[in-house]
């Protein structure tokens, strides 16, 4: 969670100076899903992800140094700095990639799961990130019943923040998420999303039961993001949220409440081990070449992919 927290305290920094080009949409708030379901993920399993991605491709494992010359449009990026970053994707890691179109990484962690299982491959499991808002678009609940009915290894989880952009949830979404899910078929339950030991605890029930063939689970974690939908509102002063509303959810940080449950010098310890990686991530970002526009139209098409861990 730390990692993720420095890593974004420092993107929005950058992306405010226009060191970063484009801004970003910050995940800060919201660490404990990405750490609490990544806990239980494989190298061999699948993520998809969303425009709010960067904390669940470093929970995946992607290494922070060409995570952040993604964002800086560095050659030595993720994806050769083409992807930015709402397109960060490391096949080799199984992160299929954060997705600018709202609730389309749904179908693909659907067709991550069947692939696997054609391939053998019974107890790998394909995770769906998505927001509140992703829960209204048509592919998202096509995913529900595609899964549902192949009884495939997905695990959908639904990071409810309160806000599709500035539309708060009860005025854009009918009904309950958990019931809606479970009407399709899936096995579905909400968590705490702001604590990352219940977010872990309910996400490992159902990592493990999609390994053993129990088919697809869905977990709305309840949550917050602490800063605007994107880096545009800040610069822009945009608010349609209560200073109280916000101010609550900070009183409720995750990684305030797990540092509680740490012994002082563990934490202090992992404060300094994450300031020497986002430092050495820094330098290495910052002094690498950019992309060369001359080779624009390169890797449109895919040729060869890396080879998947136990592929
Ligand atoms: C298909 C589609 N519709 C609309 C948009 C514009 N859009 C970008 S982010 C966003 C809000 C998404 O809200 P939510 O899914 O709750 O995720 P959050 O931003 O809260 O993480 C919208 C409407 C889009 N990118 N794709």
Known sequence: MRLIREFEEHC?????????????????????????????????????STHRGHGHVLAKGADPKRALAELYGASTGLNRGRGGSMHAADVGL?????????????PIAVGAAWAARRAGH??????????????????????????????????????????????????????DPVRRAAGFGLTAAAVD??????????????????????????????????????????????????????????????????????????ADEVDAEIAALIAEAEAFASSSPGSDPRDALDYLYAGTVPARPGA
């Not at 404990?32 to 990544?38: E, F, I, L, M, N």
Request: charged letters at 20%.
């Open 122 to 175: 019974d107890d790998r499991v394909a995770v769906a990130f998505f927001g509140d808002g992703a829960l209204s678009q048509g592919v998202v609940l096509e995913a529900f019943n595609m899964a549902a009915l192949w009884s495939l290894p997905v695990l959908f989880v639904c990071e409810n923040n309160g806000y599709a952009t500035s539309l708060p949830v009860d005025r854009g979404l009918a009904g």
């Open 12 to 48: 929005l920094e950058k992306a405010l100076a226009g060191t970063i080009v484009g801004g970003i949409h910050p995940y800060i708030g919201q660490e404990a899903v990405a750490v609490g379901v990544s806990a239980h993920l494989r190298a061999d399993d699948v993520i998809t």
């Open 193 to 266: 999303g702001m604590d990352v030991e219940a977010v872990a605890e309910a996400a490992g029930q159902a990592v493990a039961a999609c390994r053993t063939g129990a088919g697809p689970h869905f977990l709305e974690c309840a949550t917050y993001r602490f800063h605007g939908h994107h880096t545009v509102e800040h610069l822009m002063g945009t608010k349609y949220r209560d200073d109280d509303e916000v101010a609550g959810a900070r009183a409720r940080d995750p990684l305030t409440r797990q540092r509680a449950r740490l012994a002082p010098e563990a």
């Open 94 to 106: 199984g992160i299929y990639g954060a997705n600018g179109i709202v609730g389309a990484g749904a």
